[in-house]
């Protein structure tokens, strides 16, 4: 194990004070110890109030956040009564109301670029469902969580990284849906398509770094869990979820692309149905959720130290 | 010989109250905000009140040591053991550790009902640190640790509470840290499981590793520790030897306890609720007893859920940790032993006068099945109590005499004839 950057940072800035007489304890020592390392491996300090991300130490969690995800999974799907089913449901019910109640309304259903509505507006619920449930349940996943935080350490991300990582499994499930849809309305897939795992990586990005932020905003304010919900159901109706964005015209259709999610969407379904990319959306979309990204986990870092005790 | 943890004037200070309500609303952040300038013209806030948890703690501890840390309730044992497991960070002070830790604050954290032993493990195992192939490597000696071979695919949440705490414990038992982290967790599971534990933990320090190790339990910490640290108002009052440290904590006045009292659990079967000193005629004593005068500990139970084979017994401790007695409801009363039904239930146990020596007991209550493998419901160290000389046949002659009891026996004379 090494000293992660912020270790050695800390290292260097502070001394033991010489006067400090510490209490001994000699120990009658009966058994062959490892040797000790040179340096500490851990040190315990008040920490700065810059903190750095401590990926490293991330990466070395690798396994819980596996374990993690994989138990949101397991649980929930043997806590409900439908199990899996339920990640197909809620885009596909969603679907067949917008498709009875918009589909025909000339406005959108002539719009969509030839593609038929209930796929057109399935594609866009399947990646926006992922990424709504993603950002609730890692918002509340911190304060679900208390008695881990409590009680044991490892990096504080993976807690909200695992309920990201969840959803993925509920979009994989819902994916194949899509895929019968594609069949059934004989659209072919093209070589368009490679773009969708660039797609899926930058919408759990975005979905992690919303969260993140939201569940260490979450431990204290608790206003969030209640926020978060209405917060969403909003940012769907600006995401041309269930409309083709060409729709919104003029200055509002730049204002409906500077949200990152509506530029992935818009190009989720290019990929899909071969219509054309947007590129300036995608651009945005990339650019947005890096900024969020470093800003929400150097944030998490920073209110990170306090978790366990307001939790 | 290099320390393996070395800790330096750590403090740990706590915003009063913060422990139940810190969370805030936004609401109430903004009226803060917008008050706090307000407050500073009527003349400086209004006091936040802030404790030390834990002030200028600064020790030592070598490797392939065990440790224990000892003090009242609240006296900064579990915020140490949180800021030397990282959970916590300190608000002063440091602390340089040498090796992994692992740490062990609560029995079966991040267990999940819903999953099958098997899961469990795996999934606690991960956060406690461990990585799957050393999960997968020990997997086995988990289970056989545990004794739940046959439950391994049913969900923990139908397991008894001794199998749950079994397998809690033998999974974080496997974990191999240089450094072992260890609070009060042995309260519970039955005594063969108990015993199994304790030399679970004499065997992690035998190979080198270092251990530190909270209990109020006295007996506990005189098996298993060579050192160690006792603490009260969150500064270190003394370290050193245990049989040393135990004797500050027992004589030094800061244990003195005639009357034990314990919310009620309705997820327990059975719990206790009260443990009192009282007179001849029930009424409340100091924890001051006169040698010369008969006393009786008088305990009260919940029964939740009907149980049966159970007893209710005490274990009475002299200061240097020595068991000098134990004694059930049930060892008269065989009929005790069939179903207890729900409801509240008070027993009381007369200790004799001029029986127990002068000097300072403390005693335990146990609630839990009266067969050697059973489950105890609940294990706490109830009272502490002075044996005061009223007179006691010893001090008549100036001569502190020996031994757990003094009784005043008959003895019988008479002349032989020649």
């Avoid at chain 1, 881990?148 to 993925?168: C, D, E, N, Q, S």
């Avoid at chain 2, 050193?240 to 306890?257: A, C, H, I, N, W």
């Avoid at chain 2, 040698?291 to 009907?306: A, K, S």
Wanted: include cysteine.
């Amino acid at each position: 194990m090494d000293l992660t950057t912020s270790e050695r940072t800390r290292l260097a800035g502070t001394e033991t004070q010489p006067g400090a007489v510490a209490h001994t304890i000699a120990g009658s020592q009966r058994n062959p110890a490892p040797p000790l390392p040179d340096k500490p491996l851990v040190t315990i300090e008040p920490s700065k109030s810059w903190v750095a991300l401590g990926l490293r130490e991330v990466w070395r969690y690798r396994e819980l956040l596996y374990f993690l995800t994989w138990r949101d999974v397991k649980v929930r799907y043997k806590q409900t009564a439908l199990g899996a089913a339920w990640a197909i449901l809620q885009p596909l019910l969603t679907m067949l109301i917008f498709t009875l109640f918009f589909g025909n309304l000339a406005g959108i259903g002539n719009r969509t670029d030839g593609i038929p509505y209930p796929i057109f507006a399935y594609a866009g619920l399947l990646i926006w469902t992922f990424f709504a449930n993603a950002v609730t349940n890692s918002g509340n996943s911190l304060v679900g969580s208390a008695n881990l935080i409590t009680k044991i350490y490892f990096p504080r991300m993976i807690i909200p990284g695992a309920a990201v990582g969840a959803g993925l499994v509920d979009f994989a499930i819902a994916f194949l849906i899509l895929c019968g849809l594609m069949v059934y309305y004989h659209i072919a897939v093209r070589w368009s398509i490679l773009m969708l795992p660039v797609l899926l990586a930058l919408t759990t990005l975005l979905a992690l770094s919303v969260g993140m932020w939201m569940s260490a905003l979450n431990v204290k304010y608790r206003d969030i869990r209640y926020a978060l919900p209405f917060l969403i159901q909003l940012w769907m109706f600006i995401s041309a979820v269930i409309y083709p964005s060409s729709m919104v015209g003029g200055k509002l259709r730049i204002a409906l692309m500077l949200n990152p999610v509506a530029g992935i969407i818009e190009n989720f379904r290019a990929c899909l149905f071969g219509t054309a990319f947007d590129w300036t959306a995608l651009a945005v979309s990339v650019i947005v959720t890096l900024v969020l990204l470093v800003y929400s986990a150097y944030s998490f870092r920073r209110m990170e130290r306090t978790f366990a005790d307001i939790v | 010989m290099k320390p393996i943890i070395k800790a330096d004037k750590l403090g740990k200070e706590y915003k009063l109250g913060t422990r139940d309500a810190a969370y805030s609303t936004v609401r109430e952040t903004l009226v803060g905000w917008a008050r706090a300038p307000l407050d500073l013209l009527r003349g400086g806030r209004k006091g936040t009140q802030t404790v030390w948890a834990l002030r200028d703690v600064s020790f030592e501890i070598n490797p392939g040591e065990v440790v224990g840390i000892i003090g009242r309730n609240g006296a900064g044992k579990s915020t140490l053991l949180k800021l030397l497991s990282r959970i916590t960070e300190p608000t002063v002070g440091r602390a340089e550790l040498y090796g992994r830790v692992g740490s062990l604050l609560e029995v079966g954290t991040g267990f999940h009902p819903e999953l099958s032993g098997r899961e469990n493990i795996y999934l606690n195992g991960s956060i406690l640190g461990m990585s799957r192939a050393e999960i997968e490597s020990k997997f086995d000696e988990i289970v056989a640790f545990a004794e739940v071979e046959k439950f391994l695919d049913t969900p923990v949440k139908r397991y008894s509470s001794g199998m749950y705490v079994r397998l809690a414990f033998a999974v974080a038992a496997h974990l191999e840290p240089e450094i072992l982290v260890v609070d009060e967790v042995l309260a519970v599971g039955d005594h063969a499981f108990q015993q199994k534990c304790l030399n679970k933990m004499q065997d992690v320090s035998a190979h080198g590793r270092t251990v530190l190790f909270v209990s109020h339990n006295m007996g506990a910490i005189s098996r298993l520790c060579q050192r160690c640290i006792l603490l009260d108002q969150g500064r270190i009052l003394d370290i050193g030897p245990t049989s040393k440290v135990v004797q500050t904590y027992m004589t030094s006045g800061l244990v003195q306890r005639s009357e034990y009292l314990q919310a009620s659990e309705p997820s327990k079967e059975m719990n206790l609720r009260r443990v009192a000193l009282v007179g001849a005629s029930d009424q409340q004593l100091k924890s001051e007893i006169a040698y010369h005068e008969g006393f009786r500990f008088l305990i009260e139970y919940e029964v939740q859920g009907p149980v049966s084979g159970v007893s209710v017994s005490i274990v009475l401790y002299t200061v240097d940790g020595t068991c000098a007695f134990v004694s059930a409801d049930t060892d008269r009363h065989d009929e005790l032993l069939e179903t207890r039904a729900p409801g509240h239930y008070r027993s009381s146990v007369l200790i004799p006068a001029e029986w127990l020596n002068i000097g300072r007991y403390t005693v335990s209550v146990t609630l839990s099945s009266a067969a050697r493998s059973g489950v105890v419901y609940d294990d706490v160290e109830a009272l502490v109590f002075n044996v005061v000389d009223t007179g006691s046949p010893g001090s008549r002659h100036g001569i502190e005499r020996k031994g757990v009891l003094q009784p005043i026996l008959n003895w019988t004379n008479s002349p032989v004839g020649t």
